[in-house]
């Protein structure tokens, strides 16, 4: 049961171009979202999150966007630089059966960047 | 020290070897936990130790075994694995139990069961 999607497995976007990454989810218990960007042969690396309580929350190059009613995110990346190559998973901390919180995340998105 | 380090980086074992991956973080985090990623999916949790002690186990079968010796480190125990268990395994760190707290990922042991 997939609760957090990520929908284009992939993206290619021009250097210098603005990158958005997409996401749902479906359970509306969520109130918390984290990115997180992966290289190959790595592990994944915090990148930005929002709290529900918000709708916009910006890190110099990088702005998540929330949209509640229609549970959904993006991922907002200007100017894209080639350093942005990589994969970049959505993800949302979910009470497990033993009552405490644990990360789940989505399929992830491959964005190239495109010199 | 920022870092997860996780050894080895790569194993290659048969299924009837026993092995041992190793996970060790100098953050003074508390919670610790082993991720499985097969080839284009999302990382999905195993284990999580908070304060040293297991806390979630997701229905993992008993050929991975986790211990946690220490609030450094955490290692995970490889027996009679399948080779459908060849996979990415992380590790990660966080300061508490809370998804939300941001987790630190070491860089993975690319694990192949022959």
């Known amino acids: 049961d997939q609760q957090v999607k990520q929908n284009s497995p992939s993206l290619s976007v021009q250097e210098g171009r603005i990158s958005i990454l997409n996401c749902d989810y479906t359970?509306?218990?969520?109130?918390?979202f984290l990115w997180y960007k992966k290289y190959p042969a790595e592990g994944p690396t915090f990148l930005i999150s929002i709290s529900s309580i918000k709708d916009k929350n910006e890190d110099g190059r990088f702005t998540v966007f929330l949209n509640k009613s229609a549970k959904h995110l993006s991922l907002h990346i200007v100017p894209s630089q080639p350093g942005d190559s990589a994969v970049y998973f959505c993800?949302?901390?979910?009470?497990?059966?033993?009552?405490?919180?644990?990360?789940?995340f989505g399929t992830g998105t491959r964005l190239t960047i495109i010199p | 020290d920022t870092e997860v380090t996780q050894t080895p980086k790569h194993l290659v074992m048969g299924m009837t070897n026993k092995k041992s991956l190793k996970c060790e973080q100098h953050?003074?985090?508390?919670?610790m936990y082993w991720y499985k990623q097969k080839a284009k999916k999302p990382p999905e949790l195993m284990f999580v130790?908070?304060?040293?002690?297991?806390?979630i186990n997701e229905s993992v079968p008993s050929r991975f075994s986790p211990e946690c010796p220490n609030s450094s480190l955490l290692n995970l125990h490889l027996h009679a694995l399948q080779p459908e268990d060849s996979a990415l395994y992380l590790c990660a760190s966080s300061q508490e139990n809370l998804g939300r707290a941001g987790y630190t990922f070491g860089s993975g042991t690319r694990l192949t069961v022959v």
């Open positions: 130790y908070s304060y040293e002690k297991l806390s």
């Open positions: 359970n509306s218990m969520f109130d918390y």
């Open positions: 953050m003074g985090h508390r919670a």
């Open positions: 993800a949302a901390p979910l009470i497990s059966n033993f009552g405490n919180e644990k990360l789940t």
